[in-house]
């Protein structure tokens, strides 16, 4: 499978407990992007890298979300003393090119259940 | 920042109809609009996209429009089948600075096609 992949696929937690989730870009893409999506909404965007380099981070990543991605490959977006709120589909995409937007792919999510 | 809306939150269609959904944008500076498709628990499937320098674009039973001037791209898909029954999310993004290519999502057109 040459997509974009994620794991785990699910996670139960409990509240306070810190969880990483890791996303695997399609092949050569130089941006990658996470999302959050909850119930009924669209995703929203969370963080994007270009290459190793973290390049935007939005309001909704508060100081207990990190995310990395080392060597410009994978990366993997941690939550520290998760909350419920925290409960969501965490999707990641990836895309080629540079300075114009291109197609992004998604993966397939990983939905985080904290309880 | 940019603000996507998106009309209507449901559409029910006859199997055979067609079926346009319709979204805004706020940020002029936009120039990249795809549409995606979510199934129930599946990843955001890219199904169409259009940049600003065209104005209708069309992929078989698909196509869309945009009015650069009025600030809306339109989802039109024809001959609509029970396998099109899914949520469509448009989107927008823009090459300019660092939110290089972060997409704002609508917040979704649940689409059921009834046999």
């Known amino acids: 499978d040459t997509g974009v992949s994620q794991n785990p696929r699910h996670k139960i937690t409990k509240r306070g407990q810190n969880v990483t989730f890791r996303c695997d870009p399609i092949s050569e893409h130089n941006r990658l992007y996470w999302y959050r999506q909850t119930l009924g909404q669209g995703p929203e965007f969370l963080t994007y890298?270009?290459?190793?380099?973290?390049?935007?981070k939005s309001r909704l990543l508060s100081d207990r979300f990190s995310a990395e991605r080392p060597k410009g490959s994978f990366s993997t977006l941690e939550i520290q003393r998760t909350e419920q709120g925290d409960s969501a589909m965490y999707l990641c995409?990836?895309?080629?090119?540079?300075?114009?937007?291109?197609?992004?792919?998604f993966g397939p999510g990983t939905r985080l259940t904290v309880t | 920042g940019e603000n996507v809306e998106q009309h209507p939150s449901t559409l029910s269609v006859q199997e055979g109809d067609s079926a346009v959904i319709k979204c805004t944008y706020s940020?002029?500076?936009?120039?990249?609009f795809p549409w995606y498709k979510q199934e129930l628990g599946k990843r955001p499937q890219l199904i169409i996209d259009?940049?600003?320098?065209?104005g209708e674009k069309k992929d078989q039973r698909i196509a869309v429009t945009l009015n650069k001037t009025a600030k809306h791209f339109s989802l039109h898909i024809t001959e609509t089948q029970p396998e099109d029954s899914a949520v469509y999310f448009c989107a927008a993004s823009k090459a300019r600075g660092s939110t290089l290519g972060r997409l704002y999502f609508g917040r979704g057109t649940q689409l059921t096609v009834w046999p």
């Open positions: 890298f270009q290459n190793e380099a973290q390049l935007e």
């Open positions: 259009i940049r600003s320098n065209v």
């Open positions: 995409a990836s895309t080629a090119g540079l300075g114009q937007p291109y197609e992004q792919y």
């Open positions: 940020d002029s500076a936009s120039n990249y």
